[in-house]
């Protein structure tokens, strides 16, 4: 494993169980995400982006099994380790934002109170504690200390979103997965988001797997971008090469659709990033 590489997938294939078939929905995928990367999985509804996301933070659920590969993140097997090490994994070192923001978050709890509870498990820190370094993150993703003791339902659905990543981010992980963390939301508040996240990434330095169907948002936010068919990863390359040079068949389709104007616009918006 190259020491630069925050996760490196190699070979995974993951199948689903069948009534009386198996069904291959992964299929000998490897790439790898270096430190600090923003790497988007791109590829039409169903090609397998999400089995990836699930199987990459091992929350694949019956009736997926992962039936080969490796998934190494900072050099070690999560496919290998006992559950107690995988589930301090999960968070310190990986943690995952999911299409949904709303089914994320506890309607019951405060904000302050889904903050504490995932300090406590993971760190011990006192109620006090916790609420100065949840006040810190919601400052990250630009929400006041002051809302704290609200209710999920009390938020718009971007600020919501906003929530939620800074909850993934609280533990510092090497890698944040993002499937679809956006979609629900009107295009300026998505932008908002993104850019934060672009920042934050800087800032701090963990990686990024990006899943989205917005290719024009992919190529802009994404470092390197994968392009995914039936199963299989056809493609990796740098966002603007994919773009402007794809080489596999699929890819060149899948480009076809984003509007001319925005290959225009790259240059503009790669200055604003
Ligand atoms: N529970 C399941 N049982 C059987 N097959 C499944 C199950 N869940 C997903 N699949 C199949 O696995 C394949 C990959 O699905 P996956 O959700 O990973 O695709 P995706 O690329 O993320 O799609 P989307 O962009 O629509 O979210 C699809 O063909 C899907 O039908």
Known sequence: ???????????????????DSEFRAVKE??????KGEIFGLAGESGCGKSTIAFAITQLLKPPAYISQGEILLNGENTLTMDKATLRKTRWNKVSMVFQSAMNSLNPVLTIEEQFRDMFYKHKGYDEQESARRATQLLD??????????DYPHQFSGGMRQR??????LALNPDLLVMDEPTTALDVVVQREILLQIHALR????FSVLFITHDLSLMTQLCDRIGVMYQGELVEVAKAKDILLKPQHPYTQKLWHSIPAAFEQSMAVEEASL
Do not use: W
Request: proline letters at 0%; one cysteine or more.
């Open 140 to 149: 990250l993703v630009g929400i006041e200390a002051n809302r704290l003791k």
């Open 29 to 34: 995928v490897s790439f790898n995400i270096r």
């Open 1 to 19: 494993m190259d020491s630069h590489n925050t996760l490196e997938v190699n070979r995974l294939c993951v199948d689903y169980l069948l009534d």
């Open 163 to 168: 929530i939620v990543i800074a909850i993934g």
């Open 202 to 205: 800087k800032e701090f330095g």
